[in-house]
């Protein structure tokens, strides 16, 4: 019950501070200049950002480099961008090359009395926070979440056997050290304003992006050097009884409600109504904490969701709750370039591991 409280306390000051939010976002994706106070936070921010990160580079602030290789994934922006289902793609890709590879997250909306937390299948959604849940769902690798991932990385290489390390979402995590950086665009929305935050929706300038080693471009049509992710709908679960599946035509004979509390809700819908479906949107805050007034919408039609909020409704599900898995496709020239990269950075290292991979 106290936990209950807890969430619903936390979400109503969210729907306070709500309007400002809106008011603020509304500018990131126009053309127009943002107002003059927003643009004088930004350059505040960026400030303290590049400082930073420069105190980094410069070894003022210290900087952990593991034992093992560490590839990250990450964007610039705030909000959705794939970096779920990239990260998703990226380990799925190094298993079947041969690697031994293990996730390192934030743990975003896990409430953990003690930091770092290993991630299970199984784990509380409450405790690690959704994303953690899906992604070890999904990767079936070791998985360890906590606001210092220094400490999850060791925690891993503690317990478990691993030589590569992804890092999810950890483009501005500098404390430590990596080999290669993957940034997620999308595609669609791009940088939106160009500012950063406040102004816009950039947590950095774009001219970080001429840092990283790799540009994935989310649904969009790519730029320059960057790589196109296509995220593709696989099949539709059944929340209450996940052995229960349909493909998403089979929703076409009735109107679904759709429900999102992810970064991007809008591309959930877009991508639900470009298969026919007739859908009621339903955007909820990134990360919120479902309880079963939010899906009570008195009627008995389906209720489509994404695979990360299904976690979070599983413990309340009924039988019209589904959820919709989404698959990334990337080009063969990302894998290979990816894990050529990969065996430079090995051979770099003078280590002596044993994977099953050859560089062209």
């Given at each position: 019950?106290?936990?209950?409280?807890?969430?619903?306390?936390?979400?109503?000051?969210?729907?306070?501070?709500?309007?400002?939010?809106?008011?603020?976002?509304?500018?990131?994706?126009?053309?127009?200049?943002?107002?003059?106070?927003?643009?004088?936070?930004?350059?505040?921010?960026?400030?303290?950002?590049?400082?930073?990160?420069?105190?980094?580079?410069?070894?003022?602030?210290?900087?952990?480099?593991?034992?093992?290789?560490?590839?990250?994934?990450?964007?610039?922006?705030?909000?959705g961008t794939g970096k779920t289902p990239a990260t998703?793609?990226?380990?799925?890709?190094?298993?079947?090359?041969?690697?031994?590879?293990?996730?390192?997250?934030?743990?975003?909306?896990?409430?953990?009395?003690?930091?770092?937390?290993?991630?299970?299948?199984?784990?509380?959604?409450?405790?690690?926070?959704?994303?953690?849940?899906?992604?070890?769902?999904?990767?079936?690798?070791?998985m360890a979440v906590g606001p210092n991932r220094k400490?999850?990385?060791?925690?891993?290489?503690?317990?478990?056997?691993?030589?590569?390390?992804?890092?999810?979402?950890?483009?501005?995590?500098?404390?430590?050290?990596?080999?290669?950086?993957?940034?997620?665009?999308?595609?669609?929305?791009?940088?939106?304003?160009?500012?950063?935050?406040?102004?816009?929706?950039?947590?950095?300038?774009?001219?970080?992006?001429?840092?990283?080693?790799?540009?994935?471009?989310?649904?969009?049509?790519?730029?320059?050097?960057?790589?196109?992710?296509?995220?593709?709908?696989?099949?539709?679960?059944?929340?209450?009884?996940?052995?229960q599946q349909r493909t998403l035509e089979s929703f076409?004979?009735?109107?679904?409600?759709?429900?999102?509390?992810?970064?991007?809700?809008?591309?959930?819908?877009?991508?639900?109504?470009?298969?026919?479906?007739?859908?009621?949107?339903?955007?909820?805050?990134?990360?919120?904490?479902?309880?079963?007034?939010?899906?009570?919408?008195?009627?008995?039609?389906?209720?489509?969701?994404?695979?990360?909020?299904?976690?979070?409704?599983?413990?309340?599900?009924?039988?019209?709750?589904?959820?919709?898995?989404?698959?990334?496709?990337?080009?063969?020239?990302?894998?290979?370039?990816?894990?050529?990269?990969?065996?430079?950075?090995?051979?770099?290292?003078?280590?002596?591991?044993?994977?099953?991979?050859?560089?062209?």
């Amino acid at each position: 019950m106290k936990s209950r409280q807890y969430r619903r306390s936390v979400q109503n000051k969210l729907v306070i501070g709500a309007p400002l939010k809106e008011w603020i976002q509304s500018f990131w994706y126009r053309d127009e200049k943002p107002p003059l106070l927003l643009r004088g936070f930004a350059l505040i921010f960026q400030t303290i950002v590049v400082m930073r990160r420069w105190a980094y580079k410069l070894h003022l602030l210290r900087v952990y480099r593991p034992p093992v290789l560490v590839v990250v994934v990450g964007n610039i922006n705030v909000g959705g961008t794939g970096k779920t289902p990239a990260t998703t793609w990226v380990v799925q890709m190094l298993k079947k090359a041969g690697f031994n590879p293990a996730i390192v997250s934030r743990g975003y909306g896990g409430r953990a009395i003690h930091w770092p937390q290993q991630v299970r299948p199984d784990s509380d959604p409450e405790v690690v926070g959704d994303e953690a849940i899906l992604l070890a769902r999904r990767c079936q690798v070791p998985m360890a979440v906590g606001p210092n991932r220094k400490l999850a990385i060791q925690e891993l290489l503690k317990h478990t056997s691993i030589n590569v390390i992804v890092m999810d979402d950890g483009l501005q995590h500098y404390a430590v050290a990596r080999d290669i950086e993957i940034a997620v665009i999308d595609g669609q929305r791009r940088f939106g304003n160009g500012h950063c935050l406040p102004a816009g929706p950039l947590r950095e300038p774009l001219s970080r992006l001429r840092k990283t080693h790799f540009l994935v471009n989310n649904g969009g049509d790519p730029k320059d050097a960057e790589f196109p992710m296509l995220l593709t709908i696989d099949k539709v679960v059944n929340v209450a009884d996940p052995s229960q599946q349909r493909t998403l035509e089979s929703f076409n004979d009735t109107p679904v409600h759709a429900v999102a509390g992810i970064g991007n809700p809008q591309r959930f819908f877009r991508q639900l109504t470009a298969f026919g479906l007739q859908v009621a949107p339903h955007s909820f805050p990134d990360h919120h904490a479902f309880e079963p007034e939010d899906l009570a919408f008195n009627d008995s039609n389906p209720i489509l969701m994404t695979e990360k909020d299904a976690v979070k409704c599983e413990r309340f599900a009924a039988g019209h709750y589904w959820y919709v898995t989404v698959d990334a496709k990337l080009p063969s020239e990302f894998e290979q370039q990816l894990l050529d990269a990969l065996y430079r950075c090995i051979t770099g290292r003078k280590n002596k591991w044993t994977v099953n991979y050859s560089p062209s």
